[in-house]
């Protein structure tokens, strides 16, 4: 029998910095935050006698300065007198614009490949497969740029479209896919067309309400109310009937053909279209994967136990092992999504103007404040990353499995 | 008994029936058929659809490869061999695939040698590749191997792979007589042994600079796949030590620690790898002490190898998070310190879960080696926007030059993955 003894409790002597683990920690943080502030101090000391030497300093002023170059996607008001400030501004949106273009396509691409990867048919099966290594192999660099010579070389340009015998036709005689970038219809908003459009939005609210209202009767009183009809006529008949009693408020803006170029209607340039297209089919590619793996980490006995209830194979599905599977695959799912706007920064090499290309390209070159610039870039990322995560955190513990 | 069946009973058969074959709808290819393409009026519409898809892809590609030009010196005599068949112009690749694999810098009577080094490189990694196959003594070769490359592909004096190699192995004799008075001692002894030894040796090799000397290449000449390959093998094997420690440094009690390992991490993880090569083209030289000149090369493998470090951080965390804590208490109990319990319990086990996380995170950093040519480096994909679709022979050509851009990463990165999924096989040693 060898008794417990309790470690010695003697005064505290400065060796035991060293040989006691009790204390040996603290040395070690010491030791390692003294090299920090040692490299920190280093390096600021190098940029302070780099800048020096080179006449600079460090300072944001140049925000307030005029851009003086222009940009051809303008989600806001901007011209070339506007500040570099602005110039960010518009290549913030244009980020966002393309990053949530892009995650949008991607999920429905990739939700539609993983579950067809896991489809008793064997072609089909093949054929995803294929897809999904064909692209999570290849630079998505590679991707963007072979989509943006397609979008650049291989479609017509806008004088192809003129004359009795032109050599391209428009689809539909309102879409133009041109190698300026593809041109569709916009819709004009007449007096009163917010009533529709706030017509719209409320039939919405409706349908969500009175699916939740339908929930609650089955929960409660076990009545089974048909909701998919109701919710087709919601989403339609109000809104169409304000639009025709109001008489037509919305109408539509179709591109035309004036002089050398495609007029009115909108515009979605071949850059915008190869990162979107190039981000979704990629990212489809690994989201693919996550919906693949998220459905068969549900285990076999779950669809069993739901088809032994009686239940159909779509109500299995949706009510037994995606509830479940989403669990699974939403964190790598959202993860994808960062991946899509860091990797939406790759815009610089089609010349897409996001923020990389606004405030880390051309106001860089133009001002030469690359620190500046640069460090705002990475604090714009930053920020996004940092934010999504949180949320992710939040709604990661929110769906945790409570166990015992 | 017997014998009254046997009046009774006209005919007993006394032989088994022989087996006849299975109707012929469920058996062989027609039953793979019908359960696989055709077991319902929906799997046959998707049938239909996806075999006129693969048509109609076929349709095009089909024609592009097999009336192909491979020999012609530029696009227009090409196009005049055509004739308007719709073939593909590969003679840019017949052409130019020296530029596309080593760059266009690169001294062309010196090719063999990034070409010796690449067949090396395989006889290198194949020890540990296939750790069942080899014996360890190959090891050795793996060892020496970024030396050898080094040498190979950069030229220059024998002398610097050399003292490379001393200080490496002083460093290691040294740590191999200090650790059994502490892992500290043993440690920092070892990274001083090392240092001492790389400036005596820098010295020396200041002085013979000329000792067995290859012809000297810049790291500016360096280009093409090449370029992608050291890039992407460089920085993976940096960031694998590096990643462990942060790793282990994320997870450690001690605050400082941790909490500069976090901040590190979150950081990296949270900015795309373009605006840490943008550090690497503008900003680093301004944290450098004045007056030093660094590599571009030098400069974009520190942000790659610390950016593929952060992600391999996360990587390890998962897999050392994964091991049951009965591992790290059985380890201390049996009285091992710090050191020898990650060395000799966790990290083996921890390392074998996260194989697959790593090797994706390193076909990822290989893909994203092509991220260089937006600093206007000159690696695969900057070869072809850079010198040669700008060139006057070649302007134009664009599905051959990035098909064959997608195939090599194709190549590469697929049979990386489909090695890590063999490995993951081997490794499972839990009883399923």
């Known amino acids: ?404 | 008994m017997s014998d009254t069946h046997a009046q009774s009973v006209a005919f007993v058969r006394d032989t088994v029936i022989p087996q006849k074959a299975p109707p012929a709808l469920e058996s062989g290819t027609i039953k793979w058929v019908r359960t696989n393409l055709f077991s319902g009026w929906f799997n046959t519409i998707l049938t239909v659809v996806t075999l006129y898809c693969i048509y109609l892809v076929m349709a095009a590609f089909v024609p592009w490869v097999v009336n192909g030009v491979w020999a012609a010196d530029n696009i227009r005599e090409c196009r005049e061999i055509m004739q308007g068949s719709g073939g593909g112009c590969f003679a840019v690749i017949a052409d130019r695939w020296q530029q596309l694999i080593f760059g266009f810098q690169y001294p062309s009577e010196l090719y063999w040698r990034p070409t010796v080094a690449f067949v090396l490189l395989f006889v290198a990694i194949a020890p540990v590749l296939f750790y069942q196959v080899f014996p360890r003594q190959m090891l050795v070769i793996t060892a020496l191997y970024p030396f050898i490359a080094f040498y190979l592909i950069w030229g220059g004096t024998i002398l610097i792979p050399i003292i490379a190699i001393l200080g490496f192995v002083a460093g290691y004799l040294v740590y191999n007589r200090l650790i059994n008075t502490s892992f500290a001692a043993g440690f920092f002894g070892g990274v001083a042994a090392a240092f001492v030894v790389w400036w005596l040796g820098g010295l020396v090799s200041a002085a013979l600079p000329e000792f067995l000397a290859l012809d000297a290449v810049a790291s500016r000449d360096l280009g093409g796949f090449m370029l992608n390959l050291i890039l992407g093998t460089v920085c993976v094997s940096l960031s694998l030590p590096l990643g462990i420690v942060l790793a282990l440094g994320r997870q450690s009690d001690m605050p400082v620690v941790k909490g500069i390992c976090v901040v590190f991490i979150e950081f990296v993880r949270g900015v795309p790898l373009i605006t840490l090569l943008f550090v690497a083209n503008v900003v680093l030289a301004y944290f450098l002490p004045p007056g030093t000149t660094f590599d571009l090369i030098l400069r974009v493998i520190i942000m790659i190898t610390m950016f593929s470090a952060a992600y391999i951080a996360e990587v390890i965390r998962g897999g050392l998070a994964a091991l049951p804590k009965g591992q790290y208490e059985g380890a201390e109990s049996l009285g091992l310190d710090y050191a020898q319990s990650m060395q000799l319990i966790v990290l083996p086990q921890a390392l074998k879960i996260s194989i697959p996380g790593i090797v994706n995170v390193a076909v990822g950093l290989f893909k994203d080696t092509t991220l260089v040519s937006v600093i206007s480096m000159f690696d695969l994909v900057g070869m072809i926007r850079g010198p040669i679709l700008s060139s006057t022979d070649w302007n134009g050509v664009y599905w051959e030059l990035f098909g064959f851009a997608a195939l090599l990463f194709f190549v590469v990165c697929y049979g990386i993955s489909q090695y890590s999924q063999w490995l993951e096989r081997q490794l499972a040693t839990d009883h399923r």
């Open chain 1, 1 to 404: 029998m060898s008794a417990i003894t309790d470690p010695p409790q003697g005064s505290f002597q400065l060796s035991m910095l060293l040989s006691d683990t009790r204390y040996r920690s603290y040395t070690f943080q010491f030791i390692a935050l003294a090299c920090l502030i040692a490299a920190i101090a280093f390096l600021a000391a190098n940029l302070a006698a780099n800048l020096s030497a080179a006449g600079l300093n460090i300072s944001y002023d140049f925000l307030g300065s005029a851009a003086g170059y222009d940009i051809n996607q303008r989600p806001i008001e901007y011209d070339s007198q506007s500040t570099h400030l602005r110039a960010a501004m518009v290549g913030i949106l244009n980020t966002l614009i393309v990053a949530f273009l892009a995650c949008v396509s991607a999920t429905v691409l990739g939700v539609f490949a993983g579950v067809l990867r896991l489809s008793n048919n064997w072609l089909v099966r093949k054929l995803m497969a294929v897809y999904v290594e064909a692209f999570r192999n290849v630079p998505v660099l590679i991707w963007i740029l072979i989509i943006f010579s397609i979008m650049t070389v291989s479609l017509p340009s806008p004088s192809a479209f003129r004359g009795d015998n032109a050599t391209s036709s428009m689809l539909f005689d309102a879409f133009a896919f041109t190698n300026r970038g593809v041109y569709t219809p916009a819709p004009v908003m007449g007096p009163g067309a917010w009533v529709v459009v706030y017509a719209f939005l409320a039939s919405l609210v409706g349908i969500f309400a009175f699916r939740k209202y339908a929930t609650k009767k089955l929960y409660d009183e076990g009545r089974l109310i048909n909701t998919l009809w109701p919710s087709i006529a919601l989403f339609f008949v109000p809104s169409l009937a304000v639009f025709f009693i109001l008489g037509r408020p919305i109408t539509l803006e179709y591109p035309s053909l004036q002089g050398f170029n495609f007029q009115d209607g909108i515009q979605i340039r071949g850059s915008l279209i190869a990162l979107w297209f190039a981000l979704a089919i990629y990212t489809g590619a690994f989201i693919a994967e996550n919906v693949r793996a998220g459905i068969q980490a549900i285990s076999k006995g779950q669809t069993e136990a739901a088809g032994a209830l009686g239940m159909r194979p779509n109500r299995i599905m949706n009510l037994v092992v995606l509830p479940q599977a989403l669990r699974v695959i939403i964190p790598p799912l959202v993860s994808q999504y960062l991946n899509i706007t860091k990797n939406s920064s790759l815009a610089i090499a089609v010349g897409y103007m996001d923020i990389t290309g606004t405030l880390g390209g051309i106001t860089l070159n133009q001002t030469g404040r690359a620190i500046e610039a640069i460090l705002l870039l990475m604090l714009f990322y930053l920020i996004i990353s940092l934010s999504i995560s949180t949320v992710m955190n939040i709604y990661n513990n929110s769906v945790k499995l409570k166990e015992r």
